[in-house]
């Protein structure tokens, strides 16, 4: 079932007409993830950190890439509400809203690292029908609707070629490659990677991860320990749309505009196809 035929299943009253082309949309977030990412590239030398009351890190290139991406969504997709990491308690959840995190890998980031990004995806109800991933400083661009497309970036942020169609790879004779979190290891990951019989476990941040598995560059990724809605929502639509799946570890798919749970999402596994990521929910269980 096309995604924009489940939104009218779960809320007749979504009749915005830029929600009937899906790629369409997901372009749209594509260019303000670009944009908000080169903002990015543009303040590597951010160090003026400080810690949110969770305890995480935040700086001035956060902020500067928060506002950008806002600025180019009210332009391409005016009057959708926008829950951003940086302003959650400003903005309610609505039919139909956008969810945005301006620096994902914010510890990569800061350490020199290439693997932070930029994420937005559109929910319709409560699950994402278009998303897009930017990570500038690795020259990579994930978008996604009813089809996954991928578009390398140069130095600058701008786009370089034309975007191409990806899918997930079938499962390698050796067993899954994961991906595992570069700055965020749990016992659950670590688990549930060796009981799959993990060829290779390789360690990257954020959403990327999620990019990585659509494109068939990998398969596998469990996490174990706390993200929020906006870290996986555009990774959930775009490795869907490449084929593979995300699933919590009741075998449910994700659910998005949670505020009874403060937008913490459940444990998680990313696969590359449905049978992958339910054995790996099942060796979950055991662990």
Not at 46 to 66: E, R
């Amino acid at each position: 079932m096309k995604a924009q035929e489940q939104v009218r299943q779960q809320d007749p009253l979504i009749s915005d007409p830029r929600l009937a082309d899906c790629n369409d949309l997901a372009r749209r977030l594509a260019e303000a993830a670009r944009l908000s990412g080169a903002v990015l590239l543009a303040m590597r030398a951010a160090c003026d950190v400080k810690l949110k009351p969770d305890g995480s890190p935040v700086c001035s290139a956060d902020m500067a890439a928060d506002q950008a991406a806002k600025r180019e969504l009210e332009r391409l997709l005016p009057g959708i509400p926008v829950i951003s990491e940086e302003s959650v308690a400003d903005v309610p959840p609505a039919p139909v809203f956008i969810l945005l995190d301006p620096l994902d890998g914010t510890r990569e980031f800061l350490a020199g690292g290439d693997s932070y990004c930029v994420a937005i995806a559109v929910i319709c109800g409560d699950r994402p029908v278009a998303g897009a991933i930017a990570a500038p400083a690795s020259g990579r661009l994930w978008f996604a609707g009813e089809q996954a497309f991928s578009q390398a970036l140069a130095a600058d942020g701008a786009t370089i070629g034309d975007a191409r169609r990806i899918a997930v790879r079938p499962l390698p004779a050796l067993g899954p490659q994961t991906l595992v979190s570069r700055f965020h290891g749990d016992r659950l990951s670590d688990g549930v990677a060796s009981a799959m019989g993990s060829s290779a476990t390789l360690p990257v941040s954020s959403a990327v991860k999620f990019g990585l598995i659509a494109s068939g560059e990998a398969d596998l990724h469990v996490r174990g320990g706390q993200t929020m809605e906006w870290d996986i929502a555009a990774g959930d639509v775009i490795l869907r749309a490449a084929g593979g799946i995300v699933l919590t570890l009741d075998g449910l798919l994700p659910r998005y505009g949670r505020t009874d749970r403060g937008f913490c999402n459940p444990p998680f596994i990313a696969a590359s196809s449905e049978a992958l990521a339910r054995r790996a929910v099942a060796a979950a269980a055991t662990i």
